[in-house]
Structure formats: C-alpha cells, structure tokens
C-alpha cells in the first residue's frame, strides 16, 4: 500500500483534533476564567532509504534520503495569558490581575480557579458558583455575615464589613496560589484546576500582591482569553489543512485503482 494514504489519515486525526480543540475555545468564549487551548503537531517516523556518508578523497559526501511516514499529535496546551476584565460593581466579583489562582476547597480536595464571581451561603462562607468554599486565612464573616454591612475586598484580599454598630471589622485575607509550571495544570470542568506532576505544588500561597502573586481587583470579572478572530482564522486553516489530507487518500486510491486496472 501506499505510505501517502497513511500519511494522510494521520494528517486527517490530527486536524480533527485541532478542530475539537478550537471547538472548545469557540463554546467558552464568554466563560469567566477560561483558558484556551491550543494543538501543537510534530512530524511521525521517517523511514530510512540510504544513510548519510561522508567525503572521502575521490568523493564527496551525500545526505540521507528518507520518506516521512506522516504526523502525530506533540501537545494540548492551555494558554494561561490573562484575559479582560469586565466590570460588573458587585463586591463579591473579584478577579486576579497577574499571577495566580484562587484556592478552592469541597473539604477534601482542593482546587483552583481564575473564575472569581463568588457568593456568601446561609452560613456566611465564601463560595464558588458550586458551592465549592474559597480558602482564607481567618475566621471569614460567619454568622456575623447576616449583620454585615457594605462588604469590601481589597487589592490584598483583605475582606471588610460593618457590623451593626458601625464598626469597621476585618473577616480574613483571600488566598491565592502562584504555581511554578501553571501550564501544567489539569483542567477538571467547572472552570476548576488541578495540580499535577508536571505543575509543581502549590507553595507559593498567600495574599495577593506578595511574592509575585497577582492583586486582586473587586467588582470585575477576567474573561475568556479566548479570541474569536484568531480561532475563525486557525477554523480555516484546520479545514483546509483536512480538505487536503483527504485530497491525498483520494490520489493514492487512484493510483491504486491504476494499478488494479493494469493487470485487464
């Protein structure tokens, strides 16, 4: 058989996946915190029909010859660029303006997000759309948070209320983590991270502003970096790139068939 067929079902795999991907992107355009995705190829096996030589006195030298045998799939990235912030005036809509992730807790497990539209339970935590609490150091406002008046959180994740007696307090500090390898974060759904191998762990924790952790901002949201003229574009050339992987089986069956036919 011809290795071009092969060749061009590899190229037709890969070019499906990209599209998956730009898909993905395309779909989360408007989701807080999201991160794109972008698909790296790199070339197959080549398969050796004479080695290289050197010069000798007589002769000079030749290079290799060698047939590529098509393309496979190098990576998925997850482009961790920071996306727009949209400003919406509520207190509890925080997002980081830098490096680094808000920390998120079930109780057993913790996770990490970019996605920072939060709301207060009826027991006064700090939570994710999931319910999902968000890590602090210090007690939060609790109980105290049905008395809470003109909730306030500063750059450096300080949370700030009046009580009933007018008293300024201050419920803790927000904490957020700064990762060595952020790209290698495993995206779980959600708008939630987790760590991995690949990431480092999560000891660069603190309040924001510090150590190279970014600062908050109060009454904005990030957005998708998601953009959708790059994506139309990079749509383009997927689907061009499958249109002629196809264009290739399509020559080698005939070639094929040319074949078949010399034996009539």
Request: charged share 20%.
């Amino acid at each position: 058989m011809l290795r071009s067929m092969y060749s061009g079902i590899s190229g037709m795999k890969n070019f499906q996946t990209k599209l998956d991907v730009i898909g993905n992107n395309i779909s989360n355009v408007n989701t807080y915190g999201f991160k794109k995705g972008r698909t790296v190829f790199k070339d197959m096996v080549s398969q050796s029909i004479a080695g290289a030589s050197g010069a000798n006195a007589g002769k000079g030298g030749t290079n290799p010859k060698q047939v590529g045998l098509g393309a496979q799939l190098s990576a998925i990235d997850t482009i961790q660029t920071q996306g727009s912030l949209q400003t919406t005036g509520r207190s509890l809509d925080l997002s980081i303006s830098g490096d680094g992730f808000f920390q998120l807790t079930d109780g057993t497990n913790t996770y990490y997000s970019r996605a920072g539209n939060f709301y207060l339970d009826s027991e006064g935590t700090l939570v994710n759309s999931d319910g999902l609490a968000v890590v602090l150091e210090g007690e939060g406002l609790g109980e105290n948070a049905k008395d809470a008046k003109s909730i306030s959180i500063g750059a450096d994740g300080n949370i700030n209320y009046v009580n009933a007696d007018g008293e300024l307090v201050s419920a803790g500090v927000i904490q957020i983590t700064k990762f060595s390898n952020p790209d290698g974060l495993e995206k779980v759904g959600a708008n939630l991270f987790s760590e991995t191998t690949n990431s480092g762990d999560a000891e660069n924790i603190g309040a924001p502003g510090e150590e190279g952790r970014g600062s908050l901002v109060a009454g904005a949201l990030e957005m998708s970096n998601v953009d959708l003229s790059e994506e139309f574009s990079e749509m383009i050339v997927a689907q061009r790139g499958f249109q002629a992987n196809t264009r290739i089986i399509t020559t080698s069956d005939e070639i094929l068939q040319e074949l078949m036919s010399m034996k009539r």
